[in-house]
């Protein structure tokens, strides 16, 4: 099945640094890929839309400047948490559709576990 | 965004029994997806089913779908102890460009 890696896994850094992470489609194209945080214990919530050569559409409460998205190819999308805190220390998924098949299958990384001291 | 409720939150079995789990929805989708998580890690896709379809089957997993409901099933047969994850339902809704939302998943043990 399709794969989609992050990097990196897991990251702890200073309060009031910045962090990025990778996802990428390992073997297919994928113009549209989802990024989101999940706390403990809870469910998903879908941060942002990140889309193949435009901005990414953010949901409702997700600051566009504290968590940058950058959809540069098929391949590849990144998530910026720039001047972290402890409150956006959580696990942060990506999830990726690909573009060859019908669309209606998501094929998630393994989520990047981020703490922030 | 959620829209989903799962029920039970938690499920406690024993190795060999079923598990039953239920997902249900507000909006018309496209279709509904069940994912597992295990703990501290990515989700795996399970299953998807169609909104036009009404059930689908899967090695040991079994998922119905009523839209007129607006519901789901998974159930699990002869759980094993590596069934132990959480599980999540998931729906494309119809206008949705193919965000989906997510219900709020069952944790289920399978005790040896």
């Known amino acids: 099945g399709a794969v989609v890696s992050q990097h990196p896994s897991w990251v702890i850094c200073k309060s009031g640094t910045s962090v990025k992470i990778e996802c990428r489609s390992l073997?297919?194209?994928?113009?549209?890929m989802f990024w989101y945080r999940q706390f403990p214990k809870q469910s998903l919530m879908l941060m942002a839309t990140?889309?193949?050569?435009?901005?990414?559409?953010?949901e409702q409460g997700v600051e566009k400047d504290k968590f940058l998205i950058n959809h540069a190819s098929l391949t590849l999308s990144t998530l910026t948490v720039t001047s972290a805190h402890p409150e956006d220390s959580s696990f942060y998924i990506c999830?990726?559709?690909?573009?060859?098949?019908?669309?209606?299958?998501?094929?998630f990384g393994p989520g990047t576990r981020l703490l922030v001291l | 965004s959620q829209q989903g409720e799962e029920d039970p939150q938690a499920l406690s079995i024993q190795e060999g029994e079923n598990a039953t789990m239920n997902c249900s929805y507000k909006t018309s989708i496209n279709n509904l997806q069940w994912y597992r998580q295990n703990s501290g890690r990515g989700l795996v896709h399970l299953i998807l089913?169609?909104?036009n379809e009404r059930e689908k089957h899967s090695g040991r997993l079994r998922v119905t779908l009523d839209t007129s409901k607006k519901s789901s099933s998974l159930l699990i047969t002869a759980s094993r102890a590596a069934d132990t994850a959480s599980y999540f339902c998931a729906t494309d809704a119809a206008d949705s460009n193919y965000q989906l939302i997510w219900g709020a998943g069952t944790k289920l043990i399978i005790k040896p």
């Open positions: 999830s990726a559709r690909d573009l060859a098949g019908m669309g209606e299958t998501q094929y």
């Open positions: 990140s889309n193949e050569g435009s901005k990414a559409t953010y």
């Open positions: 073997d297919f194209q994928a113009t549209t």
């Open positions: 089913i169609r909104s």
